[in-house]
């Protein structure tokens, strides 16, 4: 039991790292695999658990995401500020 | 000579020639439709609104009128004096028996020699396959980063970070800021598109800016910008003025966007379509793994059954079934047995109950004995004068022999 809560950080740790649209694909597969592909009962329930993490995981990408604006121009690239004084 | 036939002279009134006339105008294909050029005279307009005037060139004159409601979604207005371009069609003042020019558009003269310019290009680059839709790139479902060349101040900027910070603000946005219109303009934007490639190569580039004059828009018919958005490494999204605005850059871009509004929206999936995708991904992983939990349930179940009807155990409880029911068997045959034997030893109990001397006695029967038991059965047992007991029934008494009568 200890060991497996540990291996659930593990992976939610590695999913923390993913970009949306590699875990946003990687839960497509998932979804694919367990609709149309024979697996065993441990494969079934370790892809699910995968696919709950990455779910939830896309799920808070979506939701905390906040837009990052820069500019390049010939001196290299900068932090882009709106001129509110415009 | 005098059997001519008398003919009758037929007279039009002037509203029916008139009305002829214009229906005349109104079904000639030339004049419904015809750009004239000419100078602008006595220009008028009266607080009706509509715009009236002269177009003049240097032997003949042509009235012209543009109501009001066209006269207001003009950009440009003339003045006197100016040499312009009018489209329209030439029809029949009825009441006044003029012919006059209805406009529609106006504008300054040189925009139509830029828009010839505009279609002498397009053939050259069309008929170099620049346009071919096999060359056209497609755009990532999610892009990381979005280049966007453009003028930092204006609108066109805003509307795109707001139409991308509200459908997938995941992203980062690099602006390659840039002037987008004057001579400046089209060297500044190639440049803009060259950075990016070489400093960043984005996902998508959006090369954008707000609607305006052709002559406004005339960098982005730029021979040079053309080439060099066909040899971006990155794909190019265009969003350059208006809905109805076309320029040289659309025709090369990998995707041609109305407004930069839109060259966003292309660029980029929404936010809302992604949560209710995510929202059916969850339940297709929930119910898939139900569905697959229950048919291994199912079958488990099945198992133990089978496993269970195998099971030494389920044997033992067979033997022991039948060992119970010979048991019960054995039991019954016994009581059985003993029910006989005891009917049996009653019918004896009877018997012995009947040969015993004491039943005699209830009948009045009585047996005598000598003192010392010995039974006496004949006369010749006893003497006279012994003593003897005499047993009935219900006990006994002694008596004294006395001798017989008859001796």
């Not at chain 1, 992976?11 to 149309?36: G, V």
């Not at chain 1, 658990?49 to 808070?60: A, P, T, V």
């Not at chain 2, 982005?220 to 040899?231: H, M, P, T």
């Amino acid at each position: 039991m200890k060991n497996k809560l540990a291996n659930d950080q593990k992976n939610k740790n590695q999913h923390e790292q993913l970009p949306f649209e590699i875990a946003y694909a990687q839960l497509e597969q998932i979804i694919m695999t367990l609709e149309t592909e024979e697996k065993t009962l441990e494969e079934t329930i370790e892809l699910f658990e995968r696919g709950e993490s990455l779910l939830h995981h896309c799920i808070d990408l979506l939701n905390q995401a906040e837009l990052r604006i820069k500019q390049l121009t010939g001196d290299g690239i900068s932090d882009f500020e709106f001129n509110e004084n415009k | 000579m005098n059997n001519l036939p008398f003919i009758l002279t037929q007279y039009w009134t002037v509203s029916e020639l008139n009305r002829y006339l214009h229906d005349l105008f109104e079904d000639d294909l030339t004049l419904q439709d015809i750009w004239v050029q000419g100078e602008v005279s006595n220009l008028s307009q009266p607080s009706s609104g509509h715009l009236y005037f002269t177009l003049k060139d240097s032997s003949s004159a042509l009235k012209c009128v543009m109501w009001r409601n066209t006269v207001m979604k003009q950009t440009f207005l003339p003045r006197e004096g100016q040499a312009i371009e009018i489209h329209g069609s030439v029809g029949i003042y009825e009441a006044g028996g003029q012919y006059q020019l209805y406009s529609d558009l106006i504008r300054a003269v040189g925009e139509g020699a830029l828009y010839q310019e505009f279609l002498r290009r397009k053939g050259l680059l069309e008929a170099e396959g620049l346009f071919n839709l096999e060359r056209k790139r497609r755009i990532p479902k999610f892009v990381k980063q979005i280049g966007v060349i453009t003028s930092p101040t204006g609108a066109a900027f805003r509307d795109i970070i707001n139409t991308i910070n509200r459908r997938f603000p995941l992203v980062e946005v690099i602006l390659a800021p840039t002037v987008v219109q004057g001579e400046e303009a089209p060297s500044q934007i190639i440049d803009a598109l060259l950075r990016l490639n070489q400093n960043i190569s984005p996902d998508v580039i959006i090369i954008a800016r707000g609607g305006g004059s052709i002559e406004d828009l005339w960098a982005f018919n730029d021979e040079g910008l053309a080439r060099a958005i066909v040899s971006s490494a990155s794909p190019v999204i265009s969003g350059i003025g208006h809905e109805t605005d076309f320029t040289i850059a659309d025709f090369v871009s990998d995707i041609r966007a109305p407004t930069p509004t839109a060259a966003a929206e292309i660029a980029t999936p929404n936010f809302a379509d992604l949560l209710i995708n995510l929202s059916d991904y969850r339940i297709r992983l929930e119910r898939t793994t139900q569905t697959f939990l229950d048919k291994k349930q199912w079958q488990f179940n099945q198992y133990q059954h089978r496993l269970s009807l195998r099971s030494p155990l389920h044997r033992i409880q067979s033997n022991q079934q039948k060992v119970d029911e010979t048991y019960r068997r054995i039991i019954l045959v016994m009581e059985h047995y003993f029910d006989i034997q005891r009917a049996r030893t009653n019918g004896l109990e009877q018997k012995i109950a009947s040969l015993n001397p004491q039943s005699i006695l209830k009948r009045g029967y009585a047996i005598i004995t000598h003192l010392d038991n010995r039974l006496v059965s004949s006369v010749h047992h006893v003497q006279v004068g012994d003593e003897l007991n005499v047993n009935v029934q219900d006990g006994e008494f002694s008596v004294r022999t006395l001798p017989s009568r008859s001796n």
